[in-house]
């Protein structure tokens, strides 16, 4: 036992001034991180990504993506660009062929695709797919016309199969469930599949 | 003898709190490839160019999906296009574009073999991308 108590040992304070003290020295090492990455970024995205040489001869002639989406709507995954927004907006305009006499088939036509076990049903919307892309890139692999015929799983979904194909690699990825999720089963009174007035 | 975990009074210091939110407010690392860039390191550095890095972002700002995946033949799997430079040069895959007159020709080797030595082939992405897929 102390003879001696200090002041503190019969109102003991919760927590001195030590903590207090680390976390102002903390801040201060984090402004630096955080002047240091805007600093960094506004430099150049290229420079440290891992990928890109930048002792590589055609290393500052190549465009970078943070110029090149200056204006356009933006998402919070994946490139960070709403691509299908930027399309019917007009931020982009890509081409849609390079041989002239390839046919342009746009596909209004929304599916709803129930046995989604406990998650919201499916609402797949062929024109959004069909803006981008060719039916054959579709159909009849990985998917069949016939709706129900496909026997597409989450889970083969999360290995890169079906939706998978795309979604996760290329367009917006598997962490985004409530955008393909987004019907309740609770409200919904329709049948699946093909769905009489295309919702937009 | 002061001890902290006598103390039963206790609540969540301001300090500790700041501590955690400033952490959080961290910036994220940098140094990631854009989302769906594609590594094509099958050939490259075996024939003693740097690696190949497509951006996906850079081509869907200018063409559609299907222009490449259907007209050009990509398949949508890395791996499953044997791309070389002999059937580039032939007209055939990149070559269908790059050629002077819908891009910019092949004399400009190192805006394609632009990556760092050493990348294996695959899909990257800075964002998500990481999944178990088979892509």
Request: proline content about 7%; glycine content about 10%.
């Amino acid at each position: 036992m102390m003879k001696n108590p200090a002041p503190w040992s019969k109102r003991p304070k919760r927590f001195g001034i030590k903590p207090l003290l680390f976390a102002l020295l903390w801040l201060a090492g984090s402004f630096c991180f955080l002047v240091d990455g805007v600093v960094d970024a506004k430099e150049d995205v290229f420079a440290n990504d891992g990928l890109h040489d930048p002792q590589g001869p055609s290393f500052g002639e190549l465009q970078r993506p943070d110029e090149a989406f200056v204006g356009f709507p933006t998402d919070t995954v994946g490139n960070k660009v709403r691509w299908v927004k930027a399309l019917r907006d007009g931020a982009i305009n890509p081409r849609t062929n390079i041989v002239p006499e390839t046919k342009i088939k746009i596909l209004d036509m929304d599916l709803i695709l129930g046995n989604t076990g406990d998650n919201a049903f499916v609402l797949f919307p062929h024109r959004a797919h069909t803006e981008w892309l060719d039916c054959a890139n579709c159909h009849p692999e990985p998917f069949k016309e016939k709706y129900g015929t496909s026997g597409i799983k989450m889970g083969a979904i999360l290995e890169g199969k079906f939706c998978g194909k795309c979604h996760g690699a290329v367009a917006f990825p598997l962490t985004e469930c409530a955008r393909c999720h987004s019907v309740k089963p609770d409200t919904f009174r329709g049948k699946f599949g093909v769905q009489p007035v295309a919702k937009h | 003898m002061f001890n902290p975990l006598q103390n039963t009074n206790r609540r969540i210091s301001p300090s500790v709190l700041f501590l955690v939110a400033v952490t959080f407010l961290l910036p994220a690392s940098s140094g990631m490839a854009e989302y769906a860039d594609v590594v094509l390191n099958r050939h490259a550095e075996a024939e003693g160019v740097r690696p190949v890095i497509y951006p996906h972002w850079f081509h869907r700002i200018r063409f559609r999906c299907k222009v490449c995946h259907h007209e050009l033949g990509f398949e949508m799997k890395v791996g499953a296009n044997d791309i070389t430079m002999a059937a580039i040069l032939d007209g055939k895959f990149c070559g269908m574009c790059h050629n002077e007159e819908t891009a910019w020709g092949l004399e400009h080797c190192h805006r394609c073999h632009s990556g760092l030595p050493g990348l294996k082939t695959g899909i990257r992405g800075g964002d998500k991308a990481g999944g178990p897929g088979d892509y």
